[in-house]
């Protein structure tokens, strides 16, 4: 089997975790996770834009969706690290474009293709104030 095939994962989504984490079923019907790779998501002290993060990524992948993982390595966990893609469109880097997420310097290497394009998206959110940036700007 080709090392492409053993990357990529056609999915069905069951469930949202939280704001960087779904629950999906493979096509052998296995039950399975994988945490969004590339990106951070705010954690519980600014529940405002955790809430925010975790509903967007709900309005992106709702239960049954088909999707594509790209499946890049596993964290210290055992748990899959992967870019989740729709309709071609990977859900990471909106999740970064609309301020959602923050790009995860620390494992961006695993999204070694996209990487330019997950910067300028974190810089472009943060220029507009999108999302979680809005909180770093109230000030001006």
């Not at 880097?93 to 923050?102: Q, S, T």
């Not at 996209?114 to 940036?133: D, M, P, V």
């Amino acid at each position: 089997m080709p090392l492409i095939e053993l990357m990529l994962v056609l999915a069905t989504v069951i469930g949202v975790a939280d704001g960087n984490t779904i629950r999906f079923k493979d096509e052998a019907g296995q039950t399975k996770t994988v945490k969004l790779a590339c990106i951070n998501t705010p954690k519980g002290t600014k529940q405002q834009y955790v809430s925010a993060a975790a509903k967007k990524l709900k309005q992106l992948l709702p239960p049954s969706s088909r999707v594509v993982i790209r499946s890049v390595n596993l964290d210290d966990r055992g748990q899959t690290l992967g870019e989740v893609y729709v309709d071609n469109r990977s859900v990471n880097l909106r999740l970064v474009e609309e301020g959602n997420a923050v790009v995860d310097r620390e494992s961006l290497e695993f999204c070694d293709e996209t990487k330019t394009q997950f910067l300028i998206a974190e810089a472009n959110a943060k220029n507009k104030r999108l999302g979680l940036w809005q909180q770093f700007n109230q000030g001006r």
